[in-house]
């Protein structure tokens, strides 16, 4: 039985406004139905296009944590999305890549692997569960680089975990340290209040 997205739902995976997909619509580069007054797209609209208009072949999943506590919270991610994969794009191939690090690091691992992939293209699709899974800063241009190897980058869901306030906040208190560490110097008094203070909001948070 095919299943069908509203607008705002096709927007969120392809990384684009909802007047973006109305827009689609309009022009006729993606097929939906009317109902009662509202738009509604099927997912098989969604898989031609994500493949360039052929099934896709080889997706990847994407999933990453920040810390090895997290290990638990990964393998969630991980089944999360198989089952969504599943689902919408019925029996693929896929490819299972998993970081743990801060999404601010721009050497992970599992990122260089997923980059390799596409540049052999050995994938079709890469399929994350949130965009700051993939990067915290600079989504689009992966997105950019990804599209120059003919791939797709999926956002799966739309509502973030109940702990992406505590990574995110861990994330902040990285940055900022950076910054003290460039203006005030690694060694300097001024650093380390810094440091201490953000640190001291982020225990009191």
Request: net charge positive.
């Amino acid at each position: 039985m095919e299943k069908y997205l509203t607008p705002s739902e096709v927007a969120e995976i392809f990384g684009m406004s909802r007047s973006g997909v109305i827009k689609w619509i309009r022009e006729g580069k993606i097929k939906a139905v009317e109902v009662n007054g509202r738009w509604r797209i099927p997912y098989s609209e969604i898989e031609r296009l994500l493949s360039g208009g052929e099934r896709a072949r080889q997706i990847a999943i994407y999933t990453r944590v920040s810390s090895n506590t997290q290990k638990d919270d990964l393998e969630r991610q991980l089944n999360a999305l198989k089952e969504w994969v599943r689902k919408t794009f019925g029996e693929v191939s896929v490819i299972e890549i998993k970081d743990i690090g801060s999404g601010l690091k721009e050497d992970r691992r599992g990122l260089k692997k997923l980059i390799e992939l596409a540049k052999r293209r050995q994938i079709d699709v890469v399929v994350v569960a949130y965009k700051d899974r993939l990067t915290r800063f600079g989504f689009e241009y992966l997105v950019e680089l990804f599209k120059a190897y003919r791939v797709n980058v999926v956002v799966a869901f739309q509502e973030e975990p109940k702990d992406y306030m505590q990574e995110l906040l861990e994330d902040f208190v990285e940055i900022v340290k950076s910054f003290a560490s460039r203006i005030y110097g690694h060694r300097s008094h001024k650093y380390e209040k810094v440091v201490k203070c953000v640190e001291d909001v982020e225990k009191d948070s």
